[in-house]
């Protein structure tokens, strides 16, 4: 099997590069007294108006026009801004050609001119713009199929977007946000044959006030241009499905409807299947319940408060079977030329059944567990979001988000556990019904060119009552062993079954206020003062009980059970100072932040307060060779606290064989943290370098003691003595050769934490190094491929125990365009793992589809096959502080149906 594979990845190789066999043209612009011009535009097109390439002259002024078909006349167009546009033909090309060009003074005439052919790609500032026609043959289907197509721009497994290696902020469409501009949902519902135009906005900023006060260089946003049948006009699309798997018949229904045009937009997003693909994970929850980036300088102390993930978390297949139903509204109404109202609405429900098995050995005592769980869960939540923008002049920008989010959460296990004391059945059950309402006012004011404003501010009010329950039977290969869990810890003696439950009240209020001050001394420098509070109340309750043979509910006596009225504040008092200044290509920005402290419990009738000062750090220093390749280098210190959950002194119980206790006396962890990074785009010749190093150093990390005893474990946070360290390197390289975007990647990474465990302190060190190299092909007709392997090496040592674990995998994606209706796609994926004590496992996936419409038809069929070899689970290897695992995900049957959508 693996050797049909490389003679078939071979065989598409060798294809590949004889169908992209070509000539080309190369050569110099320059104006008419000889300097060269850096990003003029040059397109070869033929007669026919077909493109035939299309390049951007580089800071010597040099281009060069790839694979052009021999015996062909083709027409050069060279423009650039305020310069006259030079038009040239070149009849029947049979070999390489050296044009040079010389660009007379005078007004561009590009706009004055019929235009046979757009520029697929033109840069203005600090704006990339692609004509997406340019790039796409028509088989794609959705905005991530459009993007992956583009010079620079990615899609990964998570449906975040990267560009030169950034990851994308948001997405907008005509100029408004895509629910939030959250990139999954866009790329994953925007119709691919609506979008014109990509614009990619590098440098950005918000508040039109802000932008170039600060570092927003890392911030990238993209806007989409629609199609002008798509504007003022309501468009979409509704797709029906039937199909069977998993011994059962399966459905889809995915109703979309869009409508813009310049002052008001709806987005309506239904989805409703049970074939695995859910519209909304545990990932999009998160995204949508806080705020996005700051437009100003984030603070450089933190608390976290977040309430738990109420979603299920899993990534694409892995679960044994998936309903999803979903349903979205988004608007953007623009009342008038200074009030703009936006708003979403998000119901979703996700039931998935899951399955998993691990081997778990612990490093303290070498014990190994062997567990099989199977589990069912299902989420109800539902998102609301009320906004509006006031700007009653250029001067001053009034803003106010309003975020309601609920969600109510079920889930129930069958676990089975085996080590070397006994042999242990437990049923499991987890509610939840979080409630979060989240809002923010900000104000911006420019009082003149010197002197600006900027008035950040967020609250929320957070209420969660997570319930866990766990009914043990233990078997204990010794008779004379004492199966009460913890070893007698919560008291409550042997029995036959125990039945323990524990109820938790949460109750958060958090403030976050900052006003920042710039004074503008010059275009090249500025001073930005800031002040500002961080401030968190909450109230916390928990007790463990259980639940007695006759049913009566048996309050657990020992205090050290209970968290009874436990109150909780964090206070964070903040000055900071930052200065700007560019000298030449550099870009030097220090800071410094002085901070006080406080954090105040009161648990049991003691009042507890622990006040600290710190002044830290920060620098940024960064290099522009010109304006696609930069060299930065970072430094910051932050400092970390966490929340009630690690102050409450009484026992949580965390699972079937895991208790925690609170530490009153724990203080905030510094972390110091370097940072080099390197990014180069050249549109020249279409090659994307980047890399990063960073060094980090935690000091005083807030981390557990733990105190093992077989599986058992009951943990304890602390100010850690020793710090933790870790270093990562990564590194890309990509480049376009003939149609074939390649790209080779390295990530490196190694850390090392000083665990205590049972009063020992252990090291423990993880080196994992990650290399991959794809190549995919973007030929207007006939076969396409995407083609992938990465190696995973992994080794890990914790105490005296050492794993390796190695993953190599190859990836083979198709798609082969049959005439003008037919299109046909397979997905290969081929993976094996091994890892110490003779673990191997071999997994592979294949997927396969073939798609009929017809030219201009609205009608699509389609028949989907997923998972045709009927593959059951795949393995995983993972390294944890008391223990190194090795687990089994299973994973959606084979399931095959037919789709058919019609296009709004």
């Known amino acids: 099997m693996k050797k049909n594979i490389l003679i078939a990845i071979l065989c598409l190789f060798v294809f590949a590069f004889a169908k992209a066999q070509s000539v080309k043209i190369t050569g110099v612009v320059a104006d008419s007294l000889g300097n060269t011009l850096g990003m003029a535009n040059v397109i070869a097109y033929q007669q026919d108006k077909n493109l035939g390439a299309f390049g951007i002259t580089n800071d010597q002024g040099k281009y060069q026009l790839l694979n052009l078909k021999k015996d062909s006349t083709y027409i050069l167009k060279v423009s650039f801004l305020g310069l006259k546009t030079i038009e040239d033909t070149v009849k029947n090309i049979q070999t390489d050609l050296v044009k040079n060009y010389i660009m007379l003074n005078g007004a561009d005439e590009l706009d004055a001119i019929n235009i046979v052919y757009e520029m697929p790609v033109s840069i203005k500032g600090d704006t990339i713009v692609y004509n997406a026609d340019s790039f796409t043959n028509g088989t794609e289907d959705k905005l991530e ?24 902020e948001k997405v907008m469409v005509e100029g408004k946000d895509f629910f939030e501009g959250d990139s999954r949902l866009a790329t994953k519902n925007i119709p691919a044959d609506a979008i014109d135009k990509v614009q990619v906005l590098r440098n950005y900023n918000n508040r039109s006030q802000l932008k170039g006060l600060g570092n927003d260089q890392d911030r990238v946003v993209i806007n989409l241009k629609l199609k002008e049948g798509k504007k003022k006009f309501w468009f979409g699309e509704a797709t029906v499905g039937a199909g069977y798997g998993g011994d059962k018949a399966r459905y889809i229904i995915q109703p979309k409807a869009f409508y813009y045009s310049e002052d008001f937009s ?5 989805d409703f299947n049970d074939l695995g693909t859910p519209a909304f994970t545990g990932r999009d929850y998160f995204r949508f319940i806080g705020f996005s980036r700051r437009d100003t300088r984030q603070n450089n102390s933190s608390i976290n408060v977040q309430a738990q993930n109420p979603l299920n978390v899993f990534q694409g297949n892995r679960a044994l079977n998936i309903e999803s139903q979903f349903g979205a509204l988004n608007t953007s109404w623009s009342v008038n030329n200074k009030l703009d109202i936006s708003s979403f609405a998000i119901v979703s429900k996700n039931t998935i ?53 609920y969600a109510d959460q079920q889930g129930v296990s069958d676990l089975s556990s085996i080590d070397r004391e006994a042999d242990r059945s437990i049923d499991t059950r987890d509610e939840q019904q979080p409630i979060t309402f989240n809002q923010s006012l900000n104000m911006y004011y420019t009082a003149n060119e010197k002197n600006i404003f900027a008035f950040e501010s967020q609250f929320l009010n957070q209420y969660e009552d997570p319930f866990y329950n766990a009914v043990l039977d233990i078997d204990p290969f010794d008779p004379n062993t004492n199966t009460e869990p913890f070893n007698g810890r919560l008291g409550i003696g042997e029995q036959d079954i125990y039945n323990i439950n524990q109820e938790q009240f949460v109750n958060t209020n958090k403030l976050d206020a900052k006003l920042d001050y710039y004074y503008v001394l010059n275009k090249k420098s500025n001073l930005n003062f800031t002040v500002g509070t961080s401030y968190v109340s909450q109230n916390f309750d928990s007790d463990i009980f259980e639940i007695q043979a006759d049913g009566t509910r048996n309050e657990l006596q020992d205090s050290d059970l209970r968290n009874d009225d436990v109150n909780f504040d964090f206070l964070d008092v903040y000055g900071a100072v930052h200065y700007k200044a560019i000298l030449g290509k550099f870009t030097i920005t220090p800071g410094l932040t002085a901070h006080s402290f406080q954090t105040k419990d009161r648990q049991n009738g003691v009042t507890n307060t622990i006040e600290t000062e710190r002044v830290v750090p920060d620098v940024e220093v960064r290099y522009d060779f010109r304006s696609s390749e930069t060299l930065t280098l970072n430094y910051d210190q ?7 959950n690690s102050y409450a002194n009484g026992i949580l119980f965390r699972g079937y064989s895991s208790l925690q206790s609170g530490n009153n006396q724990i203080e905030g962890a510094l972390n110091d943290r370097v940072r080099l990074s390197y990014r180069n785009f050249n549109m020249f010749n279409y090659t994307t370098i980047f890399g990063n190093v960073t060094y980090t150093r935690l000091t005083d990390a807030i981390q557990n003691e733990v105190a093992l005893d077989g599986i058992n474990q009951v943990s304890r946070p602390i100010n850690a003595l020793l710090p933790n360290e870790s270093l990562s390197a990564t590194g890309s390289f990509g480049r376009e050769i003939k149609k074939i975007q390649a790209t080779v990647t390295a990530n490196v990474s190694w850390s090392e934490n000083n665990n205590i465990i049972n009063n020992i302190t252990q090291t423990a060190t993880n080196f994992n190094q990650n290399y991959s190299f794809r190549a995919r092909s973007n030929f207007q007709k006939g076969i396409n491929f995407s083609l992938q392997y990465a190696l995973n090496l992994n080794n890990s040592e914790n105490g005296n125990f050492e794993n390796d674990a190695t993953t190599n995998s190859i990836n083979l994606d198709l798609d082969y365009q049959l005439g003008k209706s037919w299109l046909f796609k397979a997905g290969y994926d081929y993976n094996i793992f091994t890892a110490t004590g003779d673990v191997e496992n071999n997994f592979e996936f294949f997927d396969a589809s073939i798609r009929y419409q017809k030219p201009d038809s609205r009608w699509r069929y389609e028949l989907i096959a997923t998972n045709l070899l009927d593959t059951d689970a795949n393995i995983r290897n993972s390294f944890g502080q008391i223990a190194t695992s090795t687990n089994a995900t299973f994973v959606l049957p084979r399931y095959v149906y037919f789709r058919m959508r019609f296009d709004i």
């Open 145 to 168: 199929d459009t993007l992956n197509k583009l010079p620079g721009v990615e899609v990964n497994e998570d449906g975040d977007i990267l560009v030169e290696g950034k990851q994308v």
């Open 638 to 644: 932050n400092v970390t606290f966490n929340d009630v």
């Open 266 to 270: 709806m987005n309506i997003l239904t």
């Open 353 to 405: 059944d899951t399955r998993s098995t691990s081997r778990r050995t612990f490093v303290d005592n070498s014990n190994t567990e062997e567990t099989d769980n199977r589990g069912v869960d299902e989420t109800v939540a539902a998102l609301f979001k009320l906004g509006a923008e006031y700007n009653p002049t250029d001067a001053f920008t009034l803003s106010y988000d309003g975020r309601f989010n």
